[in-house]
């Protein structure tokens, strides 16, 4: 018998909600294999395509994992967790802080960056294009880039790259880091974006624009982080 009964639903998206309820829920938990695409289809009594369309949208959202030659996957984040919790940093340092630099860029300053960073648009402006990966994993969890007055720290770039930026802000130039500001809000990955984190074009990512300030309230750095959904959950604690 069809196990789905509600008129006017696809049924594609009838059987995302049923597998993301069994997730929810626990009853699938992180790391579970879920069924074959020819056992839901006989289970569903629907096409393998449909299945198959379901399962895609869920691996997009970074609900599920395909993995070749096995099946496919509840996905189990690297980290879950409160981001906000520390300024410094969006992890613990457990999780490491490894990153690679990918292009230093020299810029003109936008109209948008102005207004973030308290600047004149045509402000001379460096960029920090790199990636971030969790402990030991091969695969980067974010894609970051970070803008800076060039003036204000000359020759940062030329620091040793893969820890925290803001460490060498407060340990080379002495200038304290106390608050900061973030923007969070759900965006789609670009081709380009996808390659770069060796993942799947248009999969939702989490946004994270942070605006780091000094103890004279003067905001000094601005880094936005593409956060992958299927290496790390938003956490929010109260």
Known sequence: MNKLKQRGIALYYQIEEYIRE????????????IPSEPELSDY???????IRQAISDLVHQGLLIRKQGSGTYVAEPSFMGDYIKSFKSYF????G?????????????????????GLTPG??????YRLRYLRDEKEPALLE?????????????????????????????????????????????????AVILGTTPALPVLLLSRICYTNQDRPVILTKSLVRSDKCKLQIMD
């Open 22 to 33: 069994k997730i929810e829920n626990e009853e699938w938990p992180k790391g579970h294999q």
């Open 44 to 50: 569903f009594k629907v096409s393998r395509s449909t």
């Open 92 to 95: 613990p340092e457990e999780l």
């Open 97 to 117: 802080n490894s990153h690679r630099l990918l292009q230093i860029n020299h810029i003109d300053c936008s109209s948008t960056i102005a207004q973030s960073l």
């Open 123 to 128: 402000s001379k402006l460096t960029e920090l």
């Open 145 to 193: 880039k970070s803008y800076y007055e060039s003036a204000l720290f000359p020759g940062l770039e030329r620091e040793e790259l893969s820890g925290r930026i803001y460490d060498i802000i407060e340990n080379k130039f002495g200038i304290k880091l106390i608050r900061a500001k973030t923007l969070i809000e759900p965006v789609l990955l670009t081709v380009n974006e």
